[in-house]
Nanobody, 115 residues
């Protein structure tokens, strides 16, 4: 069972920045793809950013140019740098690992953006 731990959430004013990190306790980290998802109040969970083992990335349209996903295979971490944050970015953010056809989820980190 993979263990994922998100960190870096918090309260920030609109226009500010936050960096989320996801630490994975798995020896085959470099073989996994990762996604950052979010669930806003009253809405379904949605994919925000994704990175595959080769480092290729893709983003939800509304965060392109503002969010950057990255991975550090030496430290077993995946990060989401968020800039120019908007109140609409308020949500619980989840890290997901995709490995051998299985999905593993972290418990989430709350990001609140005040106007």
């Amino acid at each position: 069972q993979a263990q994922l731990m998100e960190s870096g959430g918090g309260l920030v004013q609109a226009g500010g920045s936050l960096r989320l990190s996801c630490a994975a306790a798995v020896s085959t980290f470099r073989l996994s793809a990762f996604g950052w998802y979010r669930r806003a109040p009253g809405k379904q969970r949605e994919l925000v950013a994704h990175i595959n083992p080769g480092g290729n990335t893709r983003y939800k349209d509304s965060v392109k140019g503002r969010f950057t996903i990255s991975r550090d295979n030496a430290k077993n971490t995946v990060s989401l740098q968020m800039t120019s944050l908007k109140p609409d970015d308020t949500a619980v953010y989840y890290c997901k690992e995709e490995r051998w056809g299985m999905d593993y989820w972290g418990r989430g980190a709350l990001v609140t953006v005040s106007s």
